[in-house]
């Protein structure tokens, strides 16, 4: 990747990009080639293509080994695998959701006639506010599902305890969390279920692909039927069913970046350190800090800027970002509560989630991964420290965009 290394000129200023390539946020980490091409080879001389190849066994059985989990269905992505999850674990009514998530966690509900009730987060950690999920069960409700934001599991021991006081199911989206630990224990096992996805932007893909993760074998047994239009067998269909199966194409892929999971690991954290440097000593700049003593994956680097302290907004930083070829992200603006059709059905939602809100306004999520290191995360910090420093020019330019 090629790039000028600066320390004032910004190209929202007319300089030229610092990165003549962008540097992605969600840039897929490739593992080896040479493997893949191997497992890609073998499966096109079996003429195996999917529908519970060895692939796909391989790759639930090394997923469950290494999350340290009794079952592991696999499927062909994330959403699909929540909303099998949802059905299997039978869902209705109304389930209890952060709103602060990426919008399959809600639109998996609502796509099944169940109404989403936006909770907020706390804002240490921006995972589900167990306060606040208590505040809004009512009679409707039959279940939470916590979401491991960021790959920070969520309060999962209160979660679980409130679930089973008030009687509610309580499902895990695990889709950032692959390879993390709540007080110890990896994420896979918590709750009645766990979802992962192995999306091309996750750190360990599958190109598209999800899992669902639990230690319960009639509950897994439930999954393979419903990921399988409901088949027991040859012509024996005994379940209402879905098509949510992973291909031998992504589980070669899935088992490929499975192998490089230390690698990935090591490389999102060493980033994660080169930014702690980069960034130190910015007015109203923070990174989510670390936790230590909890495994992480680091495939998240995220900023909050604080609009008191910090002399640019976050979306004026994210305009300079973008204008150097850094495509930075505001994940998750402005918050399910206010994409469609939440918005409109529920339009002053907004004013019970004061930190969701607040926290959609701060956020900015870095690029990281295999596809970036030491030297370009630098200049990222050299590009962010000299907008701030020229605060008022650039705040100039940009009103005069508008
Ligand atoms: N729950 C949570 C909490 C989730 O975060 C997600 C997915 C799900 C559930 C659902 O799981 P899946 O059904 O997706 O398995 C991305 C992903 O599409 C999505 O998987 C992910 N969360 C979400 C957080 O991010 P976008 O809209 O950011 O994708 P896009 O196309 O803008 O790509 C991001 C960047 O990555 C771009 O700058 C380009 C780069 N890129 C992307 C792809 C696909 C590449 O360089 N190569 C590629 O192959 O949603």
Not at 255 to 280: G, K, P, Q
Not at 324 to 330: K, P
Not at 385 to 393: C, D, F, N, Q
């Amino acid at each position: 990747m090629s790039h000028t290394s600066r320390s004032s000129s910004l190209a929202i200023l007319g300089a030229p990009p610092a990165f003549a390539e962008a540097l992605h946020v969600g840039r897929p980490n490739l593992g080896s080639r040479e493997a893949l091409l191997r497992r890609i080879n073998g499966l096109l001389d079996r003429n195996w293509l999917t529908n519970n190849g060895p692939l796909v066994q391989e790759f639930e059985q090394r997923v469950a080994e290494r999350l340290d989990v009794a079952h592991c269905v696999a499927t062909c992505n994330g959403t699909v695998a929540l909303e099998i999850a949802i059905r299997a674990l039978g869902l209705s009514g109304e389930v209890i959701v952060p709103s602060f998530t990426f919008v399959a966690t809600a639109h998996a509900l609502k796509w099944q006639e169940i109404t989403p009730v936006f909770c907020d987060i706390d804002p240490r950690t921006h995972t589900i506010d167990p306060e606040d999920v208590e505040r809004r069960i009512g009679p409707r409700t039959a279940g939470i599902i916590g979401v491991h934001l960021w790959g920070r599991p969520c309060d999962v021991a209160r979660l679980e305890a409130l679930a089973s006081r008030r009687g509610l199911t309580l499902l895990f989206d695990a889709s950032h969390a692959f390879g993390c630990t709540h007080a110890g224990r990896l994420v896979g096992g918590c709750g009645a279920a766990e979802v992962f996805s192995f999306h091309a932007t996750k750190f360990i893909n599958s190109a598209e692909g999800g899992a669902i993760t639990t230690s319960d074998g009639r509950l897994a047994e439930r999954l393979r039927l419903m990921r399988n239009f409901g088949f027991a067998g040859y012509d024996n269909v005994v379940s209402i069913g879905s098509n949510g199966k992973m291909s031998e194409l992504s589980a070669a892929m899935g088992l490929t970046s499975l192998e490089s999971f230390e690698e990935f690991v090591d490389v999102n954290f060493r980033n994660h350190e080169s930014y702690t440097r980069a960034l130190a000593g910015l007015p109203g700049l923070a990174l989510l800090p670390d936790e230590r003593g909890e495994r992480r994956n680091y495939q998240y680097v995220v900023v909050e800027v604080d609009p008191e302290a910090c002399p640019l907004t976050r979306d004026e930083l994210l305009a300079v970002l973008h204008a150097d070829n850094v495509l930075a992200r505001r994940y998750f603006y402005p918050g399910c509560h206010r994409m469609e059709p939440y918005g409109s059905l529920d339009p002053e939602s907004g004013r019970g989630l004061p930190v969701t809100e607040a926290v959609c306004r701060r956020v900015l999520v870095l690029p990281t991964g295999t596809s970036i290191g030491d030297e370009q995360i630098a200049t990222v910090g050299e590009i962010v420290r000299a907008a701030l420093a020229k605060a008022e020019e650039i705040r100039r330019v940009l009103s005069s965009e508008r």
